[in-house]
């Protein structure tokens, strides 16, 4: 009997890491199976060449996306076509809904079974999406304990396989390492930074971090700011970094990245997009605060659609406010540079958010006590045996 191809698409880097450990959790219950589909350097390492540079798919933002509508459209048309050809035997669409869903609903017409990971945040904004929804996909695989049930009150089968960032190592660094790596005194405070992953993130959000940093650093001497990046927006990161008063060190290894949260762990702090960033820092254990902004006709847009108090992940979880959160107008340099002058200052504060990270940690295991990978392996394998 031939193995099964899945085809898998996904849009950004967190999905390209999602998918990669998809695909090695589906060979270790069948070593033959094939995948095809679309992602970037980490479904690459699986075996996986993309069907066009997944980077095409990387935007975010209603003003955003509009200039490469015609692109993405003919994108559409490609892996439609390349779906059609192939006939997987199941489609796994990973997170970026704006393309993914679109994708789901050219090829149901094919009758293969369609899986989407990384629940919609329908519980956020835009609750009416759910039947169109419904109408596209076959199953739902969730990040988080809650999503299920709204899911299955619509429906749509869906499964809670946990968080992906408890595999993710980012707990399992090694701070001395890191130091000795970049010659940096012990005790001296390492500032996480993270803009983002996707380049219009990384231009929007750069310009602020720098100027937080230019007020920050003459008050914490010896600070050192370390961006971990993505290669989507390596360049993109290096060239909007050049200017800053600190020379950051950025950072693509993964190992290496891992190892930078622990120097942060241990003295530090963390400047974070909202978004999965802010439950890495969470599982590191390193005190952060979030923020974020969008061109000002989306946020006004979105401001009129969301549904829930707050962005960060952790503080939803919590359902309280574990981490400040600046956002729009509020994130300013200089409230900025005040939060995280408190976070490096005062240990109280910091002590306070570790607290209620452990709280939120204990929520993001799914009951089976699998990884995050396997439970969703065994999801995907369980609705290809049904539409078998």
Same mark, same amino acid.
């Given at each position: ?83 059609? =050809?192939?006939? %997987?035997? #199941?489609? +796994?669409? !990973?997170?970026? /809904? *704006? ?6 609903? $050219? ?75 970049? =010659?940096?005194? %012990?005790? #001296?405070? +390492?500032? !996480?930074?993270? /803009? *983002? ?6 231009? $929007? ?184």
């Amino acid at each position: 009997m031939t193995a099964p191809l899945i085809y898998i698409v996904a849009g950004e880097a967190s999905g390209d890491v999602l998918g990669a450990r998809l695909v090695a959790a589906l060979r270790a219950h069948d070593p033959a199976i094939q995948v095809a589909g679309i992602g970037g350097d980490r479904l690459a390492e699986q075996g996986m060449p993309s069907l066009f540079p997944m980077r095409e798919l990387s935007l975010m933002g209603l003003i955003e996306v509009l200039p490469n509508i015609r692109r993405l459209a003919r994108r559409l048309n490609e892996t439609t076509a390349d779906i059609t =050809a192939r006939r %997987p035997a #199941a489609i +796994v669409t !990973i997170d970026s /809904p *704006g393309f993914t869903l679109r994708l789901a609903e $050219r090829v149901r017409p094919l009758g293969i079974p369609i899986i989407h990971y990384v629940a919609p945040q329908i519980w956020a904004w835009r609750p009416g999406r759910i039947a169109k929804i419904k109408a596209r996909v076959d199953r739902i695989l969730c990040l988080l304990p809650f999503e299920p049930v709204i899911f299955e009150a619509a429906g749509i089968q869906a499964d809670f396989v946990g968080h992906p960032v408890l595999e993710s190592g980012v707990d399992a660094g090694n701070a001395a390492r890191f130091r000795a790596a970049h =010659a940096i005194p %012990p005790g #001296a405070p +390492v500032l !996480i930074v993270m /803009p *983002g992953s996707r380049r219009m993130e990384v231009t $929007r959000l750069l310009p602020i971090f720098g100027a937080a940093l230019r007020l920050l650093a003459p008050r914490h001497p010896g600070l050192v700011p370390v961006l971990p990046v993505s290669a989507v927006v390596a360049d993109a990161v290096r060239a909007g970094t050049a200017g800053w008063p600190v020379r950051p060190i950025l950072v693509t290894d993964l190992a290496e990245k891992h190892d930078a949260f622990a120097a942060a762990a241990e003295s530090g702090a963390g400047l974070i997009k909202s978004g999965t960033s802010s439950v890495e820092m969470a599982v590191a254990g390193i005190p952060h605060l979030v923020a974020y902004r969008v061109n000002p006709i989306t946020a006004a847009i979105v401001r009129r659609l969301v549904r829930v108090p707050f962005a960060s992940l952790v503080n939803l979880l919590a359902e309280r406010q574990v981490v400040p959160e600046y956002l729009q107008e509020a994130a300013t340099p200089e409230a900025l540079a005040a939060g995280l002058d408190g976070l490096l200052a005062d240990g109280a504060a910091a002590a306070a958010q570790r607290s209620g990270f452990a709280e939120v940690l204990a929520k993001l295991r799914a009951d089976t006590g699998s990884l995050p990978s396997a439970a969703a392996a065994d999801a995907v394998l369980r609705q290809v045996k049904l539409s078998g």
